[in-house]
């Protein structure tokens, strides 16, 4: 027990949380401003096998780590406009035409490894870029701060930077705050000449970019390869912390960090003998929890509206 | 004579499904004036408008104005043309404030972002320049419907509307709030808008407007100056025949208490107070009729006694037997049929056989359920039965209820609500947005039904239906009611719709005496 | 707008309209099918320009692909094992999806049925029938306590299923993998697997009936079927299934006629939840005899295809089960005749789903159709 405490709070163990947290935290911002907009992306999953697949492809083949990013990303930004497409143009149900996405990028990120190096399992045996890890000056020698925030991941602070801006692109800026209009009431939107189907394309193709950058994180920083189904249901976590969090950017900030350090600490006691599946579950049950206490605290205001409203009676007669 | 600002011109629209909703109308409205569109629930005024404001596209006709011809593609186009409109159900962001609703899609910017302050200064003032009181920074959802209703008139202004459609705006309002809106409307006026008021409330059309335009299936029927008509004539143009059916029915044969509400209370999931302890009795073999304004707790009156929401005190019996908060199971079982208000959202399922619609209260039960397995023969002879009885045009059950016209469908409803043998049948509206073949049914039915000698609540909101077919009558406003005659007959529509406005109100003892 | 009242005695000829309707209904029957095999078609075709492009042969591929599963008989019996497995998860997915229901927790359900039923057959001793019928029982059970979860949830919460069940199928997964790594498998043991299932509870093999070697495609395919009929039964013939079908027609329709909406609501989860359980105990007492770790490998979204394409229908979806496990098997084949990875199979369903859930595509061929009648 006191050895699970000093791992937890060991600067290592935090500055794990961070990196391991990367790849939920970034597809949760995209699947935030998808869910605001009305439009439930569940191809999160897809969506990052692709752009995790594409990156490290392009950057072997072309050595050049900064073509892989774009190339995974501009990717996984068609494919999801592909599913708004399917989903506004030609009317598909939207969690089937996700499913079918989520089946078509794991299957085919598969098939396509498989043709290139005759492999199916991974693209361990190609050379691929790595984003860049970043030493901050002054900071990394501050004591215990230090080895946290510095000498991470570019695209970890590419995931503290976006929270920060997809907050300030949903409250207060005039797209975002139309794209939020649009999830609440589409009919008030339309009145006022705010284009529906534009802004839930908008807003699938930047779920896109950001699942984009969450697989790149993934195949091209976590490590430095491509596996078969490497995201590991991480898409579907991170549509989990976008509803822990309350449909926040900085809740799901920390849905995805809390997520994070489930998954941190269940390496770390994997070293201790306790069983990583049982820590693993941690952040799927408080999201089950969370999805229930919400729904009765929404009901239990209802009452209690109700019952002061009888009280109030009861105490004018 | 006033130059002429709007000009609709032999508008058609055909719906893909092929229903004509306007047929060759043609509507001008002058510069400055409040122009009342009146006429029945699907008569076309709705459509119109829509057309004007770039919401639907005419199938044929043109629109001219201030002399120009121009297409209303969208509404961005009718608002870039100074054309505002407030519609029935408010289209606002409940979760953002007063002034993020108002300026939406046109928010002031600086430095890339959203300028609030600017937004709360401008709202402020357009607010305070028409005298429409509302708090810029008050969120939507927490506010009363009146001030809603503000918020969505000055959105109109704050995009420079010079013409306001207001869809019957009245509907949700409760009097004093209409009094605060008739204020401001002829404030607006007096700066310079133009104003269609659509409506079906005829006081309320000879109070506010200047002229009127009558619209009736589809077509316009005429316009004239509001001064050189009277409610009487109106409601002659909107109907086509005189208001008051002669309804053929001997005297009631009264019987014992069928249903005994009393002290009945619902407050909303909102916390809005909607039930205020009701209570009265309907006796088997009478109708007994409430009147009222639509949105005074009708809705919620029926859906309460027929299990669909609860109720938070009183009780209500059945024959005897207490029925408080049972569930819609139970309070059928029981005994109470319900042809529901929104029969095409509530009374039928469209994608279901006309079979499975005829049973949905009764399937479980023998002889369409026996030994845990649906019995097929007995559900076909029953919608066969009822088929034939009903005269619904189908070849027969198995048809899809939504390949019905919409007077077919309601016969499936009426069939199954009549032949479950109630001992009390709730009708809420039961002929709004029907044609008069459709009515004459629907009434032929209850009083049929009323002297089988089965008790009948009546819940409508047109006037003239509820006083030509109601043994007694029953007022309800805000959540009360107000009066409880003991005989429909030789009351008159200024008495009791001085009930219904809530100018007059029976004292608490008159009100007992007649239960 | 207006609705109009026909008049009874306007000569209305109810024997045409009779024939007119029967016409009609066979019409939409043509366009859905045809709307499908069009689908199927397409889908294989961008397969098989997808293989042109990346320089294989998909004359080879596509005839490995395609007449793989009957080129040889234990191929055969591998297609029908699978086909088994999907036409099971397919009525599983069909009874939540016919209430409207978005229930994607089928592949949680097949892991507990496959964990319950498995522990008793390795550890209950119980005499022969009674060893196949009890373990699968209480591997329904529990599969229909699992997906009582999610559906009171929804029922009585209004909390979103497809959020919930995802949840629980990753809680499951992993609670599966825990027991059977640190309880069933045994103590020193070089790979990750319970016992074998006890002789009595292994579901037979036909090849050991027959004398034809089919592989591991067992009795289960009776179950299988027995379960098309049952749910058939359930859906069409009794009151729970004419409930079912209301709420998903109609909910407000059908909470205003009576029917205990939340609680039917609720069942349909944990009915389906129950049936994927039996998937769960086909692969487990019958395919595999045992537990594997991840015995399922995302078989339960197939089941959703396989649902979807019978558009919920249990009589048709032996059929698509049939056809869609064919392409699996074929797939594989493919794969080590051709080498084409299997995948491809994935992408030709991935395209299944998109173009049959593309509502334009139907509506284009009956307007199409309308144009051509006008």
């Given at each position: 027990?006191?050895?699970?405490f000093?791992?937890?709070?060991?600067?290592?163990?935090?500055?794990?949380?961070?990196?391991?947290?990367?790849?939920?935290?970034?597809?949760?911002?995209g699947?935030l401003?998808?869910e605001?907009?009305?439009?439930?992306?569940?191809?999160?999953?897809?969506?990052?096998?692709?752009a995790?697949?594409?990156g490290?492809?392009?950057?072997?083949?072309?050595?050049?780590?900064?073509l892989?990013?774009?190339a995974?990303?501009?990717?996984?930004?068609?494919?999801?406009l592909?599913?708004a497409?399917?989903?506004?143009q030609?009317?598909?149900?939207?969690?089937?035409?996700?499913?079918?996405?989520?089946?078509?990028a794991?299957?085919?990120t598969?098939?396509?490894?498989?043709?290139?190096?005759?492999?199916?399992?991974?693209?361990a045996?190609?050379?691929s870029?790595?984003?860049?890890?970043?030493d901050?000056?002054?900071?990394?020698?501050?004591p215990?701060?230090?080895p946290?925030?510095?000498?991470?991941?570019?695209?970890?602070y590419?995931?503290?930077?976006?929270?920060?801006?997809?907050?300030v692109?949903?409250y207060?800026?005039?797209?975002?705050?139309h794209?939020?209009?649009?999830?609440?009431?589409?009919?008030?939107?339309?009145?006022?000449?705010?284009?529906?189907k534009?802004?839930?394309?908008?807003?699938?193709?930047?779920s896109?970019?950001?699942?984009?950058?969450g697989?790149?994180?993934?195949?091209?920083?976590?490590?430095?390869?491509?596996?078969r189904?490497?995201?590991?249901?991480?898409?579907f976590i991170?549509l989990?912390?976008v509803?822990?969090?309350?449909k926040q950017?900085?809740?799901?900030?920390?849905?995805?960090?809390?997520?994070?350090?489930?998954?941190?600490?269940?390496i770390q006691?994997?070293?201790?003998?306790?069983?990583?599946?049982?820590?693993?579950?941690?952040?799927?049950?408080?999201t089950?929890?969370?999805?229930?206490?919400?729904?009765?605290?929404?009901?239990?205001?209802?009452?209690?509206?109700?019952?002061?409203?009888?009280?109030?009676?009861?105490?004018?007669? | 004579?006033a130059?002429?600002l709007?000009?609709m011109r032999?508008?058609?629209?055909?719906y893909?499904?092929?229903?004509?909703?306007?047929?060759?109308?043609?509507?001008?409205?002058?510069?400055?004036?409040?122009?009342?569109?009146?006429?029945?629930?699907g008569a076309?005024?709705?459509?119109?408008?829509?057309?004007?404001?770039?919401?639907?596209?005419?199938?044929?006709?043109?629109?001219?104005?201030?002399g120009?011809?121009?297409?209303?593609n969208?509404?961005?186009e009718?608002?870039?043309?100074g054309?505002?409109?407030?519609?029935q159900?408010?289209?606002l962001?409940p979760?953002?404030t007063?002034?993020?609703n108002?300026v939406l899609?046109t928010?002031?910017?600086?430095?890339?972002?959203?300028?609030?302050?600017?937004?709360?200064?401008?709202?402020?003032?357009l607010?305070?320049?028409y005298g429409?009181?509302?708090?810029?920074?008050?969120?939507?959802?927490?506010?009363?419907?009146?001030?809603?209703?503000?918020?969505?008139?000055?959105?109109?202004?704050?995009?420079?509307?010079?013409?306001?459609?207001?869809?019957?705006?009245?509907?949700?309002?409760?009097p004093?709030?209409t009094?605060?809106l008739?204020?401001?409307?002829?404030?607006?006026?007096?700066?310079?808008?133009?104003?269609?008021?659509?409506?079906?409330?005829?006081?309320?059309?000879?109070?506010i407007?200047?002229?009127?335009?009558v619209?009736?299936?589809?077509?316009?029927?005429g316009?004239?100056?509001?001064?050189d008509?009277?409610?009487?004539?109106?409601?002659?143009?909107?109907?086509g025949?005189?208001v008051?059916?002669?309804?053929?029915?001997?005297p009631?044969?009264?019987g014992?208490v069928?249903?005994q509400?009393?002290?009945?209370?619902?407050?909303?999931e909102?916390?809005?107070?909607i039930?205020k302890?009701?209570?009265?009795?309907?006796?088997a073999?009478?109708?007994?009729?409430?009147?009222?304004?639509?949105?005074n707790g009708q809705?919620?009156?029926v859906?309460?006694?027929?299990g669909?929401?609860?109720s938070?005190?009183?009780k209500?019996?059945?024959?005897?037997?207490?029925?408080?908060?049972?569930?819609?199971?139970e309070?059928r079982?029981a005994g109470?049929?319900?042809i529901p208000?929104?029969?095409l959202t509530?009374?039928?399922a469209?994608t279901?056989?006309?079979?499975?619609?005829?049973?949905v209260?009764?399937?479980?039960?023998?002889p369409?359920?026996?030994?845990?397995?649906l019995?097929?023969?007995?559900?076909?002879?029953?919608s066969d039965?009822?088929?034939?009885?009903?005269?619904?045009?189908?070849?027969d059950?198995?048809?899809?209820?939504?390949?019905?016209?919409?007077?077919?469908?309601?016969?499936?409803?009426?069939?199954?609500e009549?032949s479950?043998?109630?001992?009390?049948?709730?009708?809420a509206?039961?002929?709004?947005?029907v044609?008069?073949?459709a009515?004459?049914?629907?009434y032929?039915?209850?009083?049929?039904?009323?002297?089988a000698?089965?008790?009948?609540?009546?819940v409508?909101?047109?006037?003239?239906?509820?006083?030509?077919?109601?043994d007694?009558?029953?007022?309800?406003?805000?959540?009360q009611?107000?009066?409880?005659?003991?005989?429909?007959?030789?009351l008159?529509?200024?008495?009791v719709?001085?009930?219904?406005?809530?100018l007059?109100?029976?004292?608490q003892?008159?009100?007992?005496k007649n239960? | 707008?207006?609705?109009?009242?026909?008049?009874?005695?306007?000569?209305?000829?109810?024997?045409?309209?009779?024939?007119?309707?029967?016409?009609?209904r066979?019409?939409?029957a043509?366009?859905?099918?045809?709307?499908t095999?069009?689908?199927?078609?397409?889908?294989?075709?961008?397969?098989?320009?997808?293989?042109?492009?990346?320089?294989?042969?998909?004359?080879?591929?596509?005839?490995?692909?395609?007449?793989?599963p009957?080129?040889r008989?234990?191929?055969?019996?591998r297609?029908?094992?699978d086909?088994?497995?999907?036409?099971?998860?397919?009525?599983?997915?069909?009874?939540?999806?016919?209430?409207r229901?978005f229930s994607l927790g089928?592949e949680g359900q097949?892991?507990?049925?496959a964990?319950?039923?498995?522990?008793?057959?390795?550890?209950?001793p119980?005499?022969?029938?009674?060893?196949?019928?009890?373990?699968?029982?209480c591997?329904?059970?529990?599969?229909?306590?699992?997906?009582l979860?999610?559906?009171?949830?929804?029922?009585?919460?209004?909390?979103?299923?497809?959020?919930?069940t995802?949840m629980i199928?990753?809680?499951?997964?992993?609670?599966?993998?825990?027991?059977?790594?640190?309880?069933?498998?045994?103590?020193?043991?070089?790979?990750?697997?319970?016992?074998?299932?006890?002789?009595?509870?292994?579901?037979?093999?036909?090849?050991?009936m027959?004398?034809l070697?089919?592989?591991?495609?067992?009795i289960?395919?009776v179950?299988?079927?027995?379960?098309?009929?049952?749910?058939?039964?359930?859906?069409s013939r009794?009151?729970?299934?004419?409930?079912?079908?209301?709420?998903?027609?109609?909910?407000?329709?059908?909470?205003?006629?009576?029917?205990?909406?939340k609680k039917v609501?609720?069942?349909?989860?944990?009915?389906?939840g129950?049936?994927?359980?039996?998937?769960?105990?086909?692969?487990?007492?019958?395919?595999?005899?045992?537990?594997?770790?991840g015995?399922?490998?995302?078989?339960?979204?197939?089941?959703?295809?396989?649902?979807?394409?019978a558009?919920n229908?249990?009589?048709?979806?032996?059929?698509t089960?049939?056809?869609?496990?064919?392409l699996?098997?074929?797939g594989?084949?493919?794969?080590?005749?051709?080498?084409?990875?299997?995948?491809?199979?994935?992408?030709?369903?991935?395209?299944?789903?998109?173009?049959i859930?593309a509502?334009?595509?139907?509506?284009?061929?009956k307007?199409r159709?309308?144009?051509?009648?006008?």
């Open positions: 027990m006191e050895e699970a000093r791992v937890i709070f060991s600067a290592a163990f935090v500055a794990a949380v961070l990196r391991v947290s990367t790849p939920i935290v970034l597809p949760a911002l699947g401003i998808a605001r907009a009305g439009v439930t992306n569940i191809a999160l999953e897809g969506l990052m096998l692709i995790a697949c594409t490290v492809l392009v950057s072997a083949y072309t050595k050049n780590a900064w892989g990013l774009i995974g990303v501009l990717l996984a930004t068609l494919f999801s592909l599913l497409f399917f989903y506004l030609l009317k598909a149900d939207l969690i089937l035409a996700a499913i079918a996405l989520n089946i078509l794991s299957g085919g598969i098939f396509i490894v498989y043709l290139l190096i005759n492999d199916k399992g991974s693209t045996s190609l050379v870029g790595q984003m860049p890890f970043i901050i000056p002054i900071i990394k020698d501050i215990i701060l230090g946290i925030l510095s000498g991470q991941n570019l695209l970890t590419v995931m503290l930077i976006a929270t920060g801006l997809v907050s692109f949903l207060h800026t005039r797209t975002g705050t794209l939020r209009a649009v999830g609440e009431n589409p009919d008030a939107a339309r009145s006022v000449g705010i284009n529906v534009l802004q839930q394309y908008l807003a699938l193709g930047l896109g970019i950001f699942a984009g950058l697989g790149i994180y993934l195949s091209m920083g976590y490590v430095k390869f491509f596996a189904d490497m995201t590991a249901g991480r898409g991170a989990a912390a509803y822990l969090g309350a950017p900085v809740g799901t900030l920390i849905a995805g960090l809390a997520f994070g350090a489930a998954d941190a600490l269940s006691l994997g070293n201790l003998q306790v069983p990583t599946q049982i820590v693993q579950m941690i952040p799927y049950i408080a089950l929890v969370a999805l229930v206490v919400y729904a009765l605290v929404q009901r239990q205001r209802a009452v209690n509206r109700q019952r002061k409203f009888r009280q109030q009676q009861a105490a004018s007669v | 004579m130059e002429s709007i000009e032999n508008i058609t629209k055909i893909p499904n092929g229903v004509r909703a306007d047929n060759d109308v043609t509507f001008e409205v002058r510069k400055g004036e409040i122009h009342a569109l009146v006429g029945e629930n076309g005024k709705s459509t119109l408008m829509k057309i004007l404001y770039g919401l639907e596209r005419p199938s044929a006709g043109q629109i001219v104005l201030r120009q011809p121009v297409t209303i969208t509404p961005q009718a608002i870039a043309l054309i505002g409109m407030v519609h159900n408010f289209m962001v979760s953002f007063i002034a993020e108002i899609g928010e002031p910017v600086k430095g890339g972002l959203i300028d609030r302050k600017t937004a709360g200064d401008r709202v402020r003032q607010a305070s320049h429409l009181a509302i708090d810029p920074d008050a969120v939507v959802d927490a506010v009363p419907v009146g001030m809603r209703q503000r918020v969505e008139i000055l959105k109109a202004l704050y995009r420079g509307a010079d013409v306001l459609i207001l869809d019957e705006p009245t509907a949700v309002l409760t004093q709030e009094a605060e008739f204020a401001a409307i002829k404030q607006l006026v007096i700066d310079g808008k133009t104003v269609i008021f659509i409506s079906h409330k005829l006081r309320e059309v000879m109070q407007s200047d002229r009127v335009s619209m009736r299936d589809a077509k316009m029927v316009t004239i100056d509001t001064k008509a009277s409610e009487h004539l109106l409601a002659r143009m909107m109907v025949r005189e008051f059916l002669q309804i053929a029915k001997p009631a044969q009264r014992k069928m249903l509400v009393r002290d009945l209370e619902y407050v909303s909102a916390g809005v107070d039930l302890r009701i209570s009265f009795n309907v006796y073999g009478e109708i007994l009729g409430i009147a009222g304004v639509e949105g809705t919620e009156l859906e309460v006694l027929t669909l929401r609860p938070i005190g009183g209500i019996t059945l024959d005897g037997e207490d029925i408080t908060n049972h569930s819609p199971r309070t079982q109470i049929a319900h208000e929104d029969r509530n009374g039928a469209v279901a056989s006309i079979s499975d619609n005829l049973i209260d009764r399937y479980a039960k023998e369409y359920t026996k030994g845990g397995l019995k097929l023969s007995a559900i076909k002879q029953l039965q009822l088929i034939e009885q009903y005269a619904i045009r189908t070849p059950g198995s048809v899809d209820a939504g390949a019905l016209s919409g007077g077919n469908m309601q016969k499936v409803v009426v069939a199954r009549l479950s043998n109630p001992k009390l049948l709730i009708a509206q039961p002929t709004r947005g044609d008069i073949g009515t004459e049914f629907m032929e039915q209850l009083v049929k039904e009323r002297n000698g089965i008790a009948i609540l009546l409508s909101a047109d006037l003239a239906e509820v006083m030509s077919l109601s007694r009558l029953a007022v309800m406003k805000d959540g009611l107000t009066a409880i005659f003991p005989s429909a007959k030789g008159t529509e200024e008495e719709g001085a009930y219904m406005l809530g007059k109100q029976q004292t003892l008159e009100i007992e239960w | 707008m207006q609705t109009t009242l026909p008049n009874p005695a306007s000569g209305y000829d109810r024997a045409a309209e009779l024939q007119r309707v029967r016409r009609e066979l019409q939409t043509l366009i859905d099918l045809s709307v095999l069009i689908t199927i078609l397409v889908a294989l075709l961008i397969g098989f320009l997808v293989l042109l492009i990346v320089g294989k042969n998909p004359v080879v591929a596509f005839q490995a692909l395609l007449t793989g009957l080129s008989i234990n191929r055969t019996g297609w029908l094992e086909a088994t497995t999907l036409i099971i998860l397919g009525l599983s997915v069909a009874i939540p999806f016919k209430a229901q089928a097949l892991y507990v049925g964990l319950v039923s498995t522990v008793i057959a390795i550890y209950v119980l005499p022969p029938v009674l060893a196949i019928l009890v373990p699968i029982a591997g329904m059970a529990a599969g229909f306590l699992l997906g979860i999610p559906g009171a949830m929804k029922a009585y919460l209004n909390a979103n299923e497809i959020v919930s995802l199928n990753a809680i499951i997964i992993r609670a599966y993998d825990y027991i059977l790594t640190y309880i069933l498998t045994a103590p020193g043991s070089q790979t990750v697997t319970s016992a074998d299932v006890q002789v009595f509870s292994q579901l037979a093999r036909w090849s050991d027959l004398n070697s089919l592989g591991r495609f067992n289960g395919i179950f299988a079927l027995l379960l098309v009929a049952g749910v058939w039964l359930l859906l009794t009151p729970f299934g004419y409930e079912v079908r209301m709420i998903g027609s109609n909910e407000k329709f059908a909470r205003y006629g009576g029917i205990d909406t609501i609720m069942l349909s989860f944990a009915i389906g129950a049936i994927a359980a039996v998937a769960g105990s086909h692969l487990a007492l019958g395919v595999h005899r045992r537990l594997i770790p015995i399922s490998f995302g078989l339960a979204f197939e089941g959703i295809v396989v649902a979807l394409l558009r229908n249990p009589l048709l979806i032996p059929i089960g049939l056809f869609y496990s064919y699996r098997v074929g594989e084949i493919m794969e080590t005749q051709a080498s084409v990875g299997s995948e491809i199979v994935q992408v030709i369903q991935a395209v299944i789903i998109l173009l859930t509502q334009v595509l139907a509506d284009w061929i307007r159709r309308a144009r051509r009648v006008a």
